[in-house]
């Protein structure tokens, strides 16, 4: 049976008599003290809090004198007490609460100031175990939510960039908060504990390997709000979920715009492609648009790996994102500034190629320091009506794949590679995908087409298109490998490739005409080889 409310009314504004500091992060929290103290507030605090404002030269007192019960088991129990929790959660306009608190000695607490133990710090940082489960605040979300609970009447504060704010509500109207300024922190008090608890809980469910908990929740934090979402008429937001990957979430801005909604999804999506080319096998590119690639290359060195990308699909590259899987130089930031580019994203950036990307002010300039793993573990969500769909995120590789050659024709060594060049970048195409590559270079791409065959007979158009453009005598799907992210269906889809000049392909298997295509391609004397893994990307 639900509680039912007494119904009494919040007064507009509170005066602030006695404040409860109890912090990790003790980013202006002597400041704080300071400004509060000169208006005549009584502080309460704790631990190293308690510390660092004692030493400053300020008056304040110590919870285990209010509660007359020490800090015992390491700290694990400090303020889980009548006295503070009573403090926080009177209604001090009900009689029978104030009673109670005058019965056993509770003096209301106005302010609550409270932030938590750095437990999404210990877990990217590795922590083990039993050091991260310690990191588990505990005292500190019970205030919060205790306080919150109790905006009516107290202020909660969980973030140090609200002092200010504070203050200055405190100095223009005598020392009070309006009803408000409570509510909104509040709100921000009860979305910290929730994303703090989701955190915890998500580690738990990695840590103890449970695939799907019972409940999954995906908390984040404020980056930063954005112009708009997808579209101008849609709001959006930037969070940080606390994941530690490498990639646009941990990102520096050397230079340009803010980034667009738009422009955070495809440079997610180009950066994990081009991470799976390790740099140590040599430089690589890959050019993204509206979040598919249109061109994908490696070369001798990185401004030909990025020339050889382009030429994939030059006319699709104008305005798209550029992943780079090495440092950025100056002889490929020359290069690139030659096109109308959005975004450039790279491990490091060198200082020359700086002043050289500076010449286009609105060109953004993203450095990373590192690249994702490819192979890492980790979870990617999506949003349905009244439902949220969590997976594993699709971390296999094709050179961990045991590749099954089907054909009476095994591939060369050299079509070998190209399969799996061609493989690892369907994996980064929207379904359903086709993929042409030659001499580790796509020659065509062909993406989210409702019918496989249309996605191989778009990438082939867009091969000649492009041998065009380059003045070549013919398209490089002429002794390509195509690869397709899902099984054939039919061969249809395979006889277009090969009328494209495919002579290897590359897919899972797995359809009911698995032999049916196999035929086809020993007809024409193509060699095929299945993974067995599927990279559907919807």
């Known amino acids: 049976m639900a509680v039912v409310s007494k119904k009494i009314p919040a007064p507009d504004k509170v005066k602030v008599k006695t404040a409860l500091l109890s912090v990790f992060d003790k980013t202006g ?36 004198e209010v509660t007359n019960f020490p800090e015992i088991m390491d700290g694990r129990v400090k303020t889980l007490h009548p006295k503070v929790h009573g403090g926080l959660l009177a209604i001090r306009d009900d009689a029978e609460h104030q009673a109670a608190m005058k019965e056993h000695g509770i003096e209301a607490i106005d302010l609550a100031v409270i932030n938590l133990y750095p437990f999404e710090d210990v877990r990217k940082a590795g922590g083990d175990y039993p050091t991260t489960v310690e990191n588990i605040d505990i005292g500190g979300p019970a205030m919060i939510r205790a306080s919150a609970k109790n905006h009516a009447y107290v202020t909660t504060l969980t973030d140090p960039s609200d002092y200010a704010e504070l203050l200055t509500q405190l100095s223009a109207d005598a020392g009070q908060t309006t009803y408000d300024f409570r509510k909104r922190m509040a709100a921000k008090a009860f979305a910290r504990t929730a994303a703090y608890d989701a955190m915890i809980s998500n580690w738990f469910a990695e840590a103890l390997d449970i695939a799907t908990p019972r409940h999954r929740v995906i908390g984040g934090v404020l980056r930063e709000e954005m112009r708009y979402g997808e579209n101008p008429h849609q709001k959006a937001a930037f969070y940080l979920t606390g994941e530690n990957r490498p990639g646009v979430s941990t990102a520096t801005l050397l230079q340009g715009k803010q980034l667009s909604y738009n422009n955070i999804n495809d440079t997610d999506a180009a950066y994990e492609l081009v991470a799976e080319f390790l740099p140590e096998n040599g430089p690589a590119c890959a050019i993204i648009k509206h979040a598919n690639p249109c061109g994908v290359a490696t070369g001798p060195s990185l401004a030909e790996a990025y020339k050889r990308a382009l030429a994939c699909d030059s006319t699709s590259a104008f305005g798209g994102i550029i992943a780079l899987n090495s440092l950025l130089d100056a002889e490929t930031a020359e290069e690139i500034v030659k096109l109308f580019t959005e975004v450039i994203i790279a491990p490091d950036v060198t200082e020359e190629a700086k002043a050289i990307i500076a010449r286009k002010p609105n060109l953004r300039l993203l450095s990373v320091g590192a690249l994702p793993d490819p192979r890492a573990a980790g979870l990617t969500a999506k949003t349905v009506s009244g439902g949220l769909l969590v997976q594993n995120r699709d971390n296999a590789l094709v050179e961990d794949m045991e590749l099954k050659v089907v054909t009476k024709r095994a591939p060369t060594a050299q079509e070998l590679e190209d399969m799996k060049f061609a493989f690892r970048v369907a994996k980064h195409v929207k379904s359903n995908a086709v993929v042409y590559a030659k001499d580790g270079q796509t020659a065509g791409i062909g993406a989210g087409q409702m019918s496989r065959v249309d996605s191989a007979r778009i990438a082939a158009i867009k091969a000649e298109e492009a041998a065009k453009a380059m003045g070549l005598a013919e398209p490089l799907t002429r002794g390509s490998a195509v690869a397709s992210e899902a099984f054939l269906p039919f061969a249809d889809g395979l006889l277009s490739a090969i009328a494209a000049g495919a002579t290897a392909v590359i897919q899972p298997g797995g359809s009911m005409r698995d032999q049916e295509v196999i035929d086809a391609a020993n007809e024409h004397n193509v060699a095929m080889v299945f993974t067995g893994v599927r990279h559907f990307r919807h």
């Open 29 to 64: 929290i002597v400041e704080l003290a300071r400004a509060l103290s000169e208006q005549g507030v009584r502080l309460l605090s704790t631990g190293g809090t308690h510390k660092a404002i004692a030493a400053a030269g300020l008056a304040v007192t110590d919870v285990s």
